[in-house]
């Protein structure tokens, strides 16, 4: 009988597949550490394309290792949230340099990732909103505001089960932000121009 020789080609692979896996894993996290970075630095108005540049490189560092031999594995839960990251990531570097938006085949990732990605991006623009705000610049937060409707419109044409792409959560997300953020723009127009009222009507007294 061949079982045992079986057995042992079973488990030579097995334990190639758990290495790579292992690598998979910390690839991901290195992904997901360099985008939070690269989102924070935007913020900041930091320079961030040597870092844009690595994690470029450690996708597809990461695909390379996986599509050709592992497939399921690159469908992992823990690589398509570091590959959401990635997308996040680059759709706001791109928004913050004024140019314009990539697809999902432009950034070399499944639907279903891209749009996850697309989904937490809302929550980033609101905090440029926000930061506008703070500054005075009406014209600035609408824009942002804007773009906030257009992701939340472009999520609401997926109507998926979750076991396809688990966006339900995200349109939800997203919908209360802009309602939120409408309301916030809204409250600091009306104020701006009470107070452009008021500073006028002392003037003339």
């Known amino acids: 009988m061949n079982l045992d020789r079986i057995g042992k080609e079973i488990e030579a692979e097995l334990d190639e597949k758990d290495s790579v896996r292992e690598i998979a894993i910390k690839s991901s996290r ?12 935007l913020h900041k108005r930091k320079d961030v394309k040597e870092e844009l540049r690595r994690m470029k490189e450690e996708v597809w560092h990461l695909k390379s290792l996986l599509l050709k031999e592992y497939p399921d594995l690159f469908y992992a839960g823990f690589v398509q949230n570091a590959l959401q990251e990635y997308v996040e990531a680059m759709l706001f570097y791109m928004i913050i340099s004024e140019k314009d938006i990539p697809s999902h085949k432009e950034l070399y990732v499944n639907p279903g ?8 991006l809302v929550g980033e623009l609101r905090r440029e909103v926000l930061e506008y705000l703070r500054k005075g610049d ?4 609408e824009e ?8 939340y419109e472009m999520l609401l044409r997926f109507n998926y089960p979750s076991g396809l792409v688990p966006i339900k959560q995200k349109q939800d997300l997203a919908r209360a932000l802009v309602e939120k953020t409408r309301g916030e723009i809204t409250i600091a127009t ?6 452009d009222k008021i500073e006028s009507f002392e003037k003339k007294m």
């Open 30 to 41: 290195e992904i997901i550490r360099m985008a939070s970075r690269i989102i924070t630095g």
């Open 113 to 120: 990732a891209y749009l996850l990605g697309a989904g937490d």
């Open 138 to 141: 009406f014209h600035k937060a």
């Open 144 to 151: 942002y505001l804007e773009l906030m409707e257009s992701l």
């Open 190 to 195: 009306m104020n701006k121009m009470l107070q």
